[in-house]
């Protein structure tokens, strides 16, 4: 018998142990399985583990999840939280320069359906009809009978209405919370603000401008869902929106007017501080928005400005170099052209300088001004003071200038005093601005904007000297022409009345005209610019009759100033020089 051989010191033997008749394929797996000198038991206790840890993982997914069913009381979270991500996405605060809200979003229950769960489409449609009787029952119960999966039955309910709704146990019938525009001071802003449509869109004013400016791309991305957005802060000032709407509704009222509207701009930014349109409408019911006469007539509507396009014409002349203020023009008698023939309301029937001309507003004296300076170089500066075309600003609704297609020598008489073009309110505002500011002329916006800013977006129309002679005048005009009724103690008020007769079947009315107050504070350091316009305003017995613009506009633009300039932070000034010692002494002097 042959005794046992030891191994090599350095061989590897195999003791995994061994079955009755395993193949050595076999044993090879079962070695990589389960390794050699392992104790199976601990390597098969240590996978039941394993598997225990993961099922309890997988159970407690599942329990988390039916939780979250069970926190819905229509067993339908997971379809809900989509729709309302699709549906009810949220929009930024907008608030006024001072801080104050002007349009925020709230949560508010709409009503819907899911037609293939309703039992009894009489019964729901009977009970639902009871609750809110505003649904039509038909239309309500085709909905209810629909094969669609979800329908809309009613957006915005009251949580009353949904109270007494949940408590009629009706399957098939939910509720899902939605986001609500909603405008805390209802008309006041509207103009300016906008409205939204049930989706929460943006459809008019700032509102709109907001979608355009990539809200609605956050919102198709699903990126504005929550309320962490950044608020929109405007130039607009509440406190003195609320007193030139509370004053152009008085003056509206007084006159008879068929509407009334006016603006504040900032001179040396172009912030818009306040605009109104009255009639104006509720935000929060923007059906009346439907109505055509609430209209925004500042940039909606286009108007012949009538003498307000005075302050343009004469600027020119001055910043020709060609013309003084003591150029004299004949206005001794009417002005003919062809058939036509030009006069003036009040005629001093003399030679006026150009002075005169601006204070007793003349139309002759304007007339010859611009066929002094030519038909080209007429055309040509109000095309650079921005008055020939479409004026663009953070509204969506602005209109396009009514230009004349052939513009002769007939057209230059009557366009230089506001006759024969018209253009949206705002878009004169802008260019009047300029002849204030020292002769920048500054594209207006809704949105804050510092000096610097404006700078970097203005363009020189005029020059500074040309800017002092204009602001002189428009103070002369205060202090002993037409706009004598809006000259405010302590605010050095400067101004220009306009008066046109509005076109009524291709004619010009002698009954119906559109007028219009521009004022500037102070005259001597521009700050602000007003514009008061009146639309068809009637003469009263305190009027004589007469309906012209410093009957009625100027005085409502007094009343306007009076209110505003101290939330404008105008501090009052006494005992001021006249307008050539103050204003055009000091621009001499300067130079």
């Known amino acids: 018998m042959q005794a046992p051989v030891d191994p090599p010191e350095n061989s590897q033997v195999n003791t995994a142990p061994g079955k009755p008749g395993e193949t050595r394929w076999q044993r090879w797996m079962r070695s990589l399985l389960y390794g050699a000198n392992v104790d199976r038991n601990v390597k098969a206790k240590a996978r039941l583990g394993l598997a225990i840890v993961a099922f309890s993982v997988l159970y407690c997914i599942i329990a988390a999840r039916l939780v979250m069913f069970a926190a819905f009381?229509?067993?339908?979270?997971?379809?809900?939280?989509?729709?309302?991500?699709?549906?009810?996405?949220?929009?930024?605060?907008?608030?006024?320069?001072?801080?104050?809200?002007?349009?925020?979003?709230?949560?508010?229950?709409?009503?819907?359906?899911?037609?293939?769960?309703?039992?009894?489409?009489?019964?729901?449609?009977?009970?639902?009809?009871?609750?809110?009787?505003?649904?039509?029952?038909?239309?309500?119960?085709?909905?209810?009978?629909?094969?669609?999966?979800?329908?809309?039955?009613?957006?915005?309910?009251?949580?009353?209405?949904?109270?007494?709704?949940?408590?009629?146990?009706?399957?098939?019938?939910?509720?899902?919370?939605?986001?609500?525009?909603?405008?805390?001071?209802?008309s006041e802003v509207s103009h300016l603000i906008g409205h939204v449509n049930?989706?929460?869109?943006?459809?008019?004013?700032?509102?709109?401008?907001?979608?355009?400016?990539?809200?609605?791309?956050?919102?198709l991305a699903g990126l504005a869902t929550d309320r962490l957005q950044e608020p929109v802060k405007l130039a607009v000032d509440l406190r003195v929106q609320h007193a030139l709407r509370e004053e152009l509704m008085k003056a509206r009222d007084k006159f008879k007017a068929k509407a009334a509207a006016g603006v504040i701009v900032a001179v040396r930014t172009g912030e818009i501080v306040s605009m109104v349109?009255?009639?104006?409408?509720?935000?929060?019911?923007?059906?009346?928005?439907?109505?055509?006469?609430?209209?925004?007539?500042?940039?909606?509507?286009?108007?012949?400005?009538?003498?307000?396009?005075?302050a343009l014409t004469l600027a020119m002349a001055l910043d020709s170099g060609k013309i003084n203020l003591n150029s004299q023009f004949d206005a001794r008698v009417p002005l003919h052209f062809g058939k036509f023939q030009i006069h003036d309301s009040h005629p001093e029937g003399r030679f006026l300088t150009l002075s005169e001309v601006f204070t007793y507003s003349s139309n002759i004296g304007a007339a010859r001004v611009a066929l002094a300076m030519g038909v080209d170089q007429h055309k040509a500066f109000l095309k650079k003071m921005g008055q020939l075309d479409r004026l663009r600003t953070e509204l969506p609704e602005s209109a396009?200038?009514?230009?004349?297609?052939?513009?002769?020598?007939?057209?230059?008489?009557?366009?230089a005093f506001g006759h024969g073009l018209s253009v949206a309110p705002l878009q004169a505002v802008m260019g009047i601005c300029a002849l204030m500011n020292g002769g920048y002329l500054i594209p207006p916006t809704f949105l804050r904007r510092t000096e610097e800013q404006a700078q970097a977006v203005a363009t020189r129309v005029i020059k500074t000297e040309t800017s002092d002679k204009m602001r002189y005048l428009m103070r002369l005009n205060a202090e002993k022409g037409t706009a004598r009724q809006a000259d405010v103690p302590g605010y050095y008020v400067g101004g220009k009345t306009g008066t046109s007769e509005k076109v009524v079947g291709g004619r010009y009315?002698?009954?119906?005209?559109?007028?219009?107050?521009?004022?500037?504070m102070p005259a001597d350091d521009p700050r602000y610019l007003l514009l008061i316009m009146l639309d068809e305003p009637q003469g009263l017995p305190e009027t004589h009759g007469f309906r012209t613009s410093g009957w009625n506009a100027v005085p409502a633009g007094g009343a306007v100033i009076a209110r505003v300039a101290p939330l404008l932070g105008i501090q009052p000034r006494f005992d001021l020089p006249p307008a050539d010692q103050l204003i055009l002494a000091t621009s001499t002097a300067s130079r």
């Open 198 to 219: 049930i989706d929460n869109q943006g459809i008019a004013g700032i509102e709109k401008w907001l979608d355009g400016s990539g809200l609605a791309d956050l919102h």
């Open 400 to 415: 396009e200038p009514l230009v004349p297609r052939h513009w002769g020598e007939l057209n230059t008489i009557t366009i």
């Open 277 to 310: 349109s009255v009639p104006d409408y509720d935000p929060n019911n923007p059906r009346e928005a439907l109505d055509p006469n609430r209209i925004n007539r500042l940039t909606t509507g286009v108007y012949e400005m009538g003498s307000t396009f005075k």
């Open 73 to 186: 009381s229509d067993g339908h979270g997971a379809r809900r939280g989509v729709a309302a991500d699709a549906i009810a996405t949220a929009r930024p605060d907008i608030l006024d320069r001072n801080g104050e809200i002007l349009a925020t979003d709230v949560r508010a229950p709409s009503l819907f359906a899911e037609p293939h769960r309703i039992i009894d489409v009489d019964e729901a449609t009977e009970l639902l009809s009871a609750v809110l009787p505003d649904l039509d029952a038909v239309e309500l119960r085709e909905r209810l009978g629909s094969k669609r999966r979800f329908v809309w039955l009613k957006r915005d309910i009251t949580p009353k209405q949904r109270a007494e709704i949940y408590r009629l146990g009706l399957p098939g019938i939910g509720f899902l919370p939605e986001n609500k525009r909603v405008y805390p001071n209802g």
């Open 509 to 520: 009315s002698k009954d119906k005209v559109l007028n219009s107050f521009t004022a500037v």
